[in-house]
């Protein structure tokens, strides 16, 4: 009944506004007559049309009197990365730049036959994504070898070959799961240099853990630099986890003992330590980095991870990081970031095979979802694939 009342009402005030323009109209013709100011061109007739309000027939007025049907309920917006839709990304479809110096290799190699230059091609093309020296002479040696022994001709049948020898030596007998025990406690720590996406890493994962139900506890260890708890606690915010940060220079051990007593009494079974960035040859740092394992290392049984983050970017240089670090804090495995901007991703393989360390999550890209656990089978397929 309110309803009707108002269309009503409001039909009313607009037949009266118009018969008050009208009259205002008809006044200010009159006057302009008088002064001879009516324009010849435009008769007041004319302008008093253009200025009519017309009045409601009755069908309108009966169709704005009709009961008003009910809004639309607004969609639901999206709360935090738990509701978001993350489809996997291949990696196919991210490793373009080294795609694409395999696929040249490959291009100069098919077609042809097997001569000392192809073996030239493939040594080149191994060393320019960063394979290494030492992993690139025994993977063309264990390609020689099996080349020899099948009497392989045509340059497919090699291309196969190096195919299938990378892919040994990426899965030999690494263990690449994320461990995480489902009565906890659970630690991952994270290690690496300055600048190489350690607390982008740890937010993308705990985004990933909350969204299958886990209670995520995020420790700001690096105390050294404000903008990293910062950092983190937008991560915290945006993932639903929950943060421990300690004041600006304070002793990061004390920062980690307070995330694991915090999470131990929230029912928390994550937490995920940030740590600062630090120069692989400075000692003092990483002497650190085992202090702070010693205290995760008084829960027995805790500490689950420790990650070592590298940019893929850095290469040969890379490696160096992992062979210093893993003297230090033991890792148990690689969270190799930025794979999807560089020509260097075949890092992958001397990690694995000078280090034994596995690759572990790879980072494709700056969403949430574009942290993926590592596949063996799927890297090599990406970097053999013919078609785009």
Known sequence: MEVVIIVIVAA????????AVMLRSSRRSAKGAVAGELSPSRTEANRLAELTIPTPSVEELEELLREPAAPAEAEPEAAGPAAEVVERPRLRDRLGRTRSAFSGAFGRIRGHKIDDETWDDLEETLLSADVGMATTNRLLDAVRSRAKEESVTEPEQLIALVRDEVVAILVGDADRSLHLAPDGPNVWMFVGVNGVGKTTTIGKLA???????????????????????DQLQLWAERTGGELVRGQEGADPSSVVFDAMSAASSRGADLVLVDTAGRLHTKRNLMDELSKLRRIVDRTPGALKEVLLVIDASTGQNGLVQAKQFAEAVDVTGIALTKLDGTSKGGIVLAIQSELGIPVKVVGVGEGVGDLIEFDPDEFASALFSEDG
């Open 12 to 19: 009313l005030v607009l037949v009266g506004a118009g018969v």
């Open 207 to 229: 985004s990933q853990r909350v969204r299958e139900g886990h209670r995520v506890v995020l420790a700001a260890g690096d105390t050294f630099r404000a903008a990293a708890a």
